[in-house]
């Protein structure tokens, strides 16, 4: 089976940006970054937490979780057929 995975875009409440930087010295990339980290909007200057900012594109990441499981039952389905179809 394929590896079936995403790449989400967040974006930011305040202007629709979708470029962010943190405003803490960080030793990863701001995707491993902990929830509690604070970050800004690249776009209009906008602060908050990274889980304030998850939290408030929740639609858009339930549509992609949407198509991913959509995407993934299709592929279960075509690997049963094709192991039925070896039998």
């Known amino acids: 089976m394929k590896n079936i995975s995403r790449t989400v875009t967040l974006y930011c409440p305040k202007c629709g940006g979708s470029a962010f930087k943190s405003l803490e010295q960080l030793e990863c990339s701001l995707n491993e970054a902990p929830g509690d980290t ?10 908050c937490l990274k ?8 639609e858009v990441i339930d549509a992609n979780i ?21 039998r």
């Open 38 to 47: 604070k970050i800004k909007c690249c776009n209009c200057n906008f602060n």
């Open 51 to 58: 889980l304030e900012l998850i939290d408030t594109n929740k």
């Open 66 to 86: 949407k198509e991913v499981k959509k995407e993934a039952i299709k592929e279960i389905k075509q690997e049963i057929l094709k192991v039925l179809k070896r």
